[in-house]
């Protein structure tokens, strides 16, 4: 003998058993064929009802659960908008403090070389001082 249905479980109305697994002969099934559709209807709308409640509180979770991952994702949008413009600034600060220290670099370059040209022209100055020196 066949264990009873499970609440919601539908008979199967091709072979008209009672379930998937038995095959007990129409005869000893007192249901008719008419009678297992309306049962099967009414059973499948159970389940279908059932199911698309936990659906209904299935899509509400995922609904929140997107609704807090969007707030999340503008979060750290505007974080990253922020940082970005900060960085902005750092990058145009750096910008000009690289243009000021370039001069800078090209000045001193310059005085360098003024200053090289005044040494070789003080110790040619003073070579000549010292011969004229030596000859008198």
Same mark, same amino acid.
């Given at each position: 003998?066949?264990?009873?249905?499970?609440?919601?479980?539908?008979?199967?109305?091709?072979?008209?058993?009672?379930?998937?697994?038995?095959?007990? @002969?129409?005869?000893?099934?007192?249901? $008719?064929?008419?009678?297992?559709?309306?049962?099967?209807?009414?059973?499948?709308?159970? /389940?279908?009802?059932?199911?698309? @409640?936990?659906?209904?509180?299935?899509?509400?979770?995922?609904?929140?659960?997107?609704?807090?991952?969007?707030?999340?994702?503008?979060?750290?949008?505007? @974080?990253?908008?922020? @940082?970005?413009?900060?960085?902005?600034?750092?990058?145009?600060?750096?910008?000009?403090?690289?243009?000021?220290?370039?001069?800078?670099?090209?000045?001193? $370059?310059?005085?360098?070389?003024?200053?090289?040209?005044?040494?070789? $022209?003080?110790?040619?100055?003073?070579?000549?001082? /010292?011969?004229?020196?030596?000859?008198?």
């Amino acid at each position: 003998m066949c264990e009873p249905h499970m609440a919601g479980d539908a008979p199967n109305i091709s072979t008209l058993s009672c379930c998937s697994h038995c095959s007990q @002969d129409e005869s000893l099934y007192p249901f $008719t064929e008419n009678h297992i559709n309306e049962e099967s209807r009414i059973a499948i709308s159970q /389940v279908t009802l059932r199911n698309s @409640d936990m659906r209904c509180g299935c899509v509400l979770y995922q609904l929140h659960e997107v609704e807090a991952e969007c707030e999340n994702e503008a979060r750290k949008s505007r @974080d990253l908008a922020a @940082d970005n413009r900060k960085l902005a600034r750092q990058l145009v600060e750096q910008k000009n403090q690289n243009e000021a220290d370039r001069r800078q670099v090209s000045e001193l $370059t310059e005085q360098c070389s003024a200053l090289g040209h005044r040494v070789k $022209t003080l110790k040619r100055q003073l070579d000549e001082a /010292v011969s004229i020196g030596l000859l008198t």
